[in-house]
């Protein structure tokens, strides 16, 4: 069965630091082949979904401005488990968090996104499958 399970989210002030975790399993996440693409993205009441980070199979990673240098996302690839460490948060962090997984032409696009070249829903259709989303509050 293909699943995303994220977690990790949680109540955090304002200046701390929170870990996302996010476990794939089934065809999706295909390491024999090893041609594949995680992303996290976020989408906050009332706001447009976000996207954030994402890996591909040879460990290229690649972020949105809004985020650079504060979010760092990576992979163990021995446990399928997808991780994005989040510091220095603030208030506007605050969001549903989600993870998805897709073939290795999905980090093409939203590399693309992250330039500014393509908008999100553009940038998605090769990311097959998401997670449920795990909630991050940041309080001031």
């Known amino acids: 069965q293909e699943q995303v399970v994220e977690s990790g989210g949680g109540l955090v002030q304002a200046g701390g630091s929170l870990r996302l975790s996010c476990t794939a399993s089934?065809?999706?996440?295909?390491?024999?082949?090893?041609?594949?693409?995680m992303a996290w993205f976020r989408q906050a009441p009332g706001k447009e979904r976000e996207g954030l980070a994402s890996s591909d199979q040879d460990g290229d990673t690649r972020y949105a401005n809004s985020v650079k240098g504060r979010f760092t996302i990576s992979e163990d690839s021995a446990n399928h488990t997808l991780y994005l460490q989040m510091s220095s948060l603030r208030p506007d962090d605050t969001a549903m968090y989600y993870c998805?997984?897709?073939?290795?032409?999905?980090?093409?696009?939203?590399?693309?996104?992250?330039?500014?070249?393509?908008?999100?829903?553009?940038?998605?259709?090769?990311?097959?499958?998401w997670g449920q989303g795990t909630q991050v509050t940041v309080s001031s």
């Open positions: 089934g065809l999706i996440f295909d390491y024999t082949a090893r041609r594949y693409c």
């Open positions: 998805a997984a897709g073939t290795s032409g999905a980090c093409i696009t939203i590399q693309r996104y992250y330039a500014g070249r393509l908008d999100l829903e553009d940038a998605t259709p090769k990311f097959g499958r």
